[in-house]
């Protein structure tokens, strides 16, 4: 069997389908429901000593998009973050990192408030996570189908960067990643 050099992720928030795939190698679980669908998820990832990504989601992936309404996106799902974090943290999780769910389960206006308010959420102490890749709100924006929405995927990707992202989940690897070196070098002159 080849060997991996690299951390595998599993992206899942059934805590059958974790406790496997980290049993098979994978090293972090990135639960969309931030720990809260399924009650097992925290002790499978504590059991496997692994890393877990904590993402907001307002609803289930079902309803999510069903006219979602916050008071205030940023804060709302920054204090959901918090109490997750600290759950994670209070349960033996020690790699914690968070997301704040761009797409799942908000309207245009809240992903653009994230990502242009993304910097608040380094507060929480973790490593921020984000994926726009090829979202809906960039086909609404750009009036564009999903395959081709690579330019806005690219402009989404350098406005979290240069807001406070870590890490990003793409498509267009080979794309976002020279994207990322320009706004990494950018952000960091």
Avoid: W
Avoid at 107 to 124: A, C, M, T, V, Y
Avoid at 142 to 171: D, F, K, S, Y
């Amino acid at each position: 069997m080849r060997e991996i050099h690299v951390p595998l992720s599993i992206d899942t928030y059934k805590a059958v389908v974790a406790d496997a795939a980290l049993g098979a190698g994978a090293v972090i679980v990135n639960d969309i429901s931030g720990l809260t669908f399924d009650p097992a998820m925290v002790d499978v990832v504590v059991r496997n000593g692994a890393s877990v990504v904590i993402m907001h989601i307002k609803g289930t992936p079902k309803n999510m998009q069903e006219n979602p309404q916050y008071d205030d996106v940023v804060s709302e799902i920054f204090g959901f973050l918090q109490a997750q974090c600290k759950k994670a943290k209070d349960s033996g999780i020690a790699q914690i990192i968070v997301d704040p769910g761009i797409g799942f389960g908000k309207k245009l206006e809240h992903n653009l408030q994230l990502i242009k308010r993304l910097g608040e959420f380094s507060q929480l102490g973790y490593p921020i996570m984000v994926g726009p890749s090829r979202k809906s709100f960039l086909g609404m924006l750009l009036n564009l189908p999903v395959n081709e929405r690579i330019e806005g995927t690219a402009a989404a990707v350098t406005g979290c960067i240069l807001n406070g992202a870590h890490l990003l989940r793409v498509h267009d690897v080979k794309e976002m990643k020279r994207v990322a070196v320009v706004a990494d070098a950018i952000k960091t002159s």
